[in-house]
């Protein structure tokens, strides 16, 4: 079965940087468009980032480019998001997902990211 | 900027019918933004409902069903239960590669 599983997060420091990692298995990874996807503590479902199957193309929300690169190897079947400068409202679980449709199939189980000193 | 917008809140009874709806502050949803429906219970990663409008996912039942009414998009849930109690989020696809949220709705089933 489809299973994406994350691995990553914990606490950093404002200005700091992280990576996330989100390891696929169960479908042909490198067919499928990949999404990161975040939620602050309380707060609804914002969309972060998607990268093509063949990882030509990257597109980001405004609120993280020129911060956060998504990036991903169809070799490992793995998808990353390397988060710099981070600040205080990047606080948030982030979630992996699949593109099917112009929506996301699948999820990761997420991992939560807290920036604070 | 546009932004998607939801109903914040919202409530049904038990067995009854709602209907949620997702539109944007400039202009009118329709297929061409492929939107999609997803719930969130508290503390649980988001499960798909609906996408492409009215495609069902994988193992929903058949009581969800999505929908273009007017210049919004929406999702009606049909003999409303308990456990239909969460966060409804709606998805659009400003381009090939851009998606935006909705804020979400809180439904209460009571």
């Known amino acids: 079965q489809v299973q994406l599983v994350q691995f990553g997060g914990g606490l950093v420091q404002p200005g700091g940087s992280l990576r996330l990692s989100c390891v696929a298995s169960?479908?042909?990874?490198?067919?499928?468009?990949m999404h990161w996807v975040r939620q602050a503590p309380g707060k609804g479902l914002e969309w972060v980032a998607y990268?093509?199957?063949?990882?030509?193309?990257?597109h980001y929300a405004d609120t993280v480019k020129g911060r956060f690169i998504i990036s991903r190897d169809n070799s490992k079947n793995a998808l990353s998001l390397q988060m710099n400068s981070l600040r205080s409202e990047d606080t948030a679980v982030y979630y992996c997902?699949?593109?099917?449709?112009?929506?996301?199939?699948?999820w990761g189980q997420g991992t939560l990211v807290t920036v604070s000193s | 900027q546009t932004v998607v917008t939801q109903e914040p809140s919202f409530s049904v009874s038990p067995g009854g019918t709602v209907t949620l709806t997702c539109g944007l502050t400039?202009?009118?949803?329709?297929?061409?933004?492929?939107p999609s429906w997803y719930q969130q219970t508290p503390g649980q990663a988001p499960r798909t409902l609906i996408y492409?409008?009215?495609i069902r996912s994988s193992g929903v039942p058949d009581r969800f069903s999505g929908s273009i009414l007017g210049n919004r998009a929406a999702l009606t849930i049909t003999g409303a239960q308990s456990d239909d109690e969460s966060d409804y989020y709606c998805?659009?696809?400003?381009?090939?590669?851009?998606?935006?949220f909705g804020g979400g709705t809180k439904l209460t089933v009571l």
């Open positions: 998805l659009l696809s400003m381009t090939t590669d851009i998606r935006v």
């Open positions: 400039s202009g009118s949803v329709s297929s061409n933004y492929y």
């Open positions: 997902a699949t593109d099917e449709s112009w929506s996301f199939e699948f």
């Open positions: 492409n409008t009215n």
């Open positions: 169960g479908f042909r990874f490198n067919k499928y468009g």
């Open positions: 990268i093509r199957p063949d990882a030509k193309n990257q």
